[in-house]
């Protein structure tokens, strides 16, 4: 149990298109889903905090109207990068709030190159 | 918010030591403090986690020990093998289940 999914798991776009991520929890319901941001060879930085029914929490320094997230259903959410440029280039991991304490479990990732 | 700071950012050891990464935390309401396992490219895996009610936690070849006082908390891996090559990451969270990850420390085991 426990599985999260990503959708695409790699995407190559063009500069200035928008490219959206789906992340799915697929066998139990996320109240609470996470977007991440990973740089090579760095950590993983939270970006945003995602709530079924209300608009996402963007952490300090994340553009809320470049990166926008929709968590529509209790198993669905999606981060757009919109008007994405090449410095936007990342791998992006969501994760999905479980029923227990701190719990979370990670999709796979997307890795998205912006030429 | 939550800052977490993790050393050292590199690790070599020889097949069979230990190896001891260390983590610094400073939001004192932080209660969940878990061990991931990250592979180059692939998702984050968690390996081991402490709640900030308990000192010392242990599974197998993995550690953890937190210390509530001074705010940090370390993994250790005995025994090391080959396969414990890979990047790991500290993380501090608190109620809402926010996670703040550490700079990762990449571990190599030397056959």
């Known amino acids: 149990g426990a599985v999260v999914s990503q959708h695409p798991s790699r995407v190559i776009c063009k500069s200035g298109t928008s490219v959206k991520i789906e992340c799915r929890s697929l066998d139990f319901q996320a109240t609470t889903m996470f977007w991440y941001r990973q740089f090579p060879k760095q950590s993983l930085m939270l970006m945003a905090t995602s709530n079924e029914g209300s608009k996402a929490t963007y952490e300090q320094g994340v553009e809320k109207d470049k990166f926008l997230i929709n968590h529509a259903s209790l198993t669905l959410s999606t981060l757009t990068v919109t008007s994405a440029h090449p410095e936007d280039s990342s791998f992006y991991i969501c994760?999905?709030?479980?029923?227990?304490?701190?719990?979370?479990?990670f999709g796979p990732g997307t890795r998205l190159t912006v030429l | 918010g939550e800052n977490v700071e993790q050393h050292p950012s590199t690790l070599s050891v020889q097949e069979g030591d230990s190896a001891v990464i260390k983590c610094t935390y400073s939001d004192s309401a932080s209660n969940y403090f878990p061990w991931y396992k990250q592979e180059l490219g692939k998702r984050p895996q968690l390996i081991i986690d402490i709640r900030s009610n308990v000192g010392e936690k242990k599974d197998q070849r993995i550690a953890v020990t937190l210390n509530k006082t001074a705010k940090h908390f370390s993994l250790h891996i005995t025994e090391t093998q080959p396969e414990d090559s890979a990047v790991y990451f500290c993380a501090a969270s608190r109620a809402g289940n926010q996670f703040y990850f550490g700079t990762g420390t990449s571990l190599t085991v030397i056959p």
């Open positions: 994760s999905a709030g479980g029923t227990g304490p701190n719990e979370q479990f």
